[in-house]
């Protein structure tokens, strides 16, 4: 599967921004769908995963309760909706499918990931 991100921008700390990640081919529904982020000079984390159905999601704390993970299978598209944006989720996002079953502990893990889209850019000025 191709992944492709888009979304990003410059926005203002408190305003809401939502990504998109189209895939291609016609097994998207086979994918368990997480987004992941690095910022900076860090390392790149989870930040949210959804289930192939849709049904269950999980979120980091930091992002818990602002962030919402979805997914459309007709569309191939994953989305993350983010409001209440703060300075510190500034970072590039990536969008990564992992051909698993349903999600376990190990779809916080990058190493779980075999596909990646490219990246957008998400910056939020204080």
């Known amino acids: 599967v191709q992944l492709q991100a888009s979304g990003g921008g410059l926005v203002q700390a408190g305003d809401s921004l939502r990504l998109s990640c189209a895939a291609s081919?016609?097994?998207?529904?086979?994918?368990?769908m997480a987004w992941f982020r690095q910022a900076p000079g860090k390392e790149r984390e989870f930040v949210a995963v959804?289930?192939?159905?849709?049904?269950?999601?999980y979120y980091t704390d930091s992002v818990k309760g602002r962030f919402t993970i979805a997914r459309d299978n007709a569309k191939n598209t994953v989305y993350l909706q983010m409001n209440g944006l703060k300075p510190e989720d500034t970072a590039v996002y990536y969008c990564?499918?992992?051909?698993?079953?349903?999600?376990?502990?190990?779809?916080?893990?990058?190493?779980?990931?075999?596909?990646w889209g490219q990246g957008t850019q998400v910056t939020v000025s204080s």
């Open positions: 959804i289930s192939r159905n849709g049904a269950s999601t």
């Open positions: 990564a499918a992992d051909r698993a079953p349903f999600i376990t502990k190990e779809s916080m893990r990058e190493s779980e990931y075999n596909y």
């Open positions: 081919g016609r097994t998207f529904s086979s994918y368990v």
